[in-house]
T-cell receptor, first 111, second 113 residues
Framework: AQTVTQSQPEMSVQEAETVTLSCTYD???????LFWYKQPPSRQMILVIR??????QNATENRFSVNFQKAAKSFSLKISDSQLGDAAMYFC????????FGTGTRLQVFP | DAGVTQSPTHLIKTRGQQVTLRCSPK?????VSWYQQALGQGPQFIFQ???????QRGNFPDRFSGHQFPNYSSELNVNALLLGDSALYLC????????????FGPGTRLTVT
């Protein structure tokens, strides 16, 4: 079975600080993708960052970066210079033939 | 360029009724995937449509069915509604059946009373 686990139901960060959201996954597939999606109160899922499992280099998108540890099946998201607009639910997802999501982490950003 | 659109935004139905939700994919996309997101949970994959056929299906009963039209838009039908079907239903479109780049719509909030 393929699973995604997010063990932090809620996290908070001060504006301009850095926060890391954790995710672990399990799959027997050798070819897969990992994603972080953001879901603001508007409900629309927005792709934040994507990592191909065959790539050793960690993906980076502006203030967002990941720490991909393939052997440990770990995929954390680091948000640098946090902004008020980063406040949302964040979902980690495993992609093989379909997307499998974790239960999400609610991120609060305080001024 | 219109993104993924879904209708209606909200819907209230009674147990036992049937419901149809609609999704129009992003321009240029040919594949539609449907997800159910219960309150406080992550989305769960229901099924995927490509070339007007169901290509994959998640662990959902036959009460959940779908259709894809020649213009790539899609419908999700749920029969014999249960209270547990109350959820946000998300549609995602992509070019091809891969997961590399799926664009999500804003969802339809279904409440079953």
């Amino acid at each position: 079975a393929q699973t995604v686990t997010q063990s932090q139901p809620e996290m908070s960060v001060q504006e301009a600080e850095t926060v890391t959201l954790s995710c672990t996954y399990d799959t027997s597939e050798s070819d897969y993708y990992l994603f972080w999606y953001k879901q603001p109160p508007s409900r629309q899922m927005i792709l934040v960052i994507r990592q191909e499992a065959y790539k050793q280099q960690n993906a980076t998108e502006n203030r967002f970066s990941v720490n991909f540890q393939k052997a440990a099946k770990s995929f954390s998201l680091k948000i640098s210079d946090s902004q008020l607009g980063d406040a949302a639910m964040y979902f980690c997802a495993l992609g093989t033939d379909k997307l499998i999501f974790g239960t999400g982490t609610r991120l609060q950003v305080f001024p | 360029d219109a993104g993924v659109t879904q209708s209606p935004t909200h819907l209230i139905k009674t147990r036992g009724q049937q419901v149809t939700l609609r999704c129009s994919p992003k321009s240029g996309h040919d594949t539609v995937s449907w997800y159910q997101q219960a309150l406080g949970q992550g989305p769960q994959f229901i099924f995927q449509y490509y070339e007007e056929e169901e290509r994959q299906r998640g662990n959902f009963p036959d009460r959940f069915s779908g259709h894809q039209f020649p213009n790539y838009s899609s419908e999700l039908n749920v029969n014999a509604l249960l209270l547990g079907d109350s959820a946000l239903y998300l549609c995602a479109s992509s070019l091809g059946t891969g997961v590399y780049e799926q664009y999500f719509g804003p969802g339809t909030r279904l409440t079953v009373t």
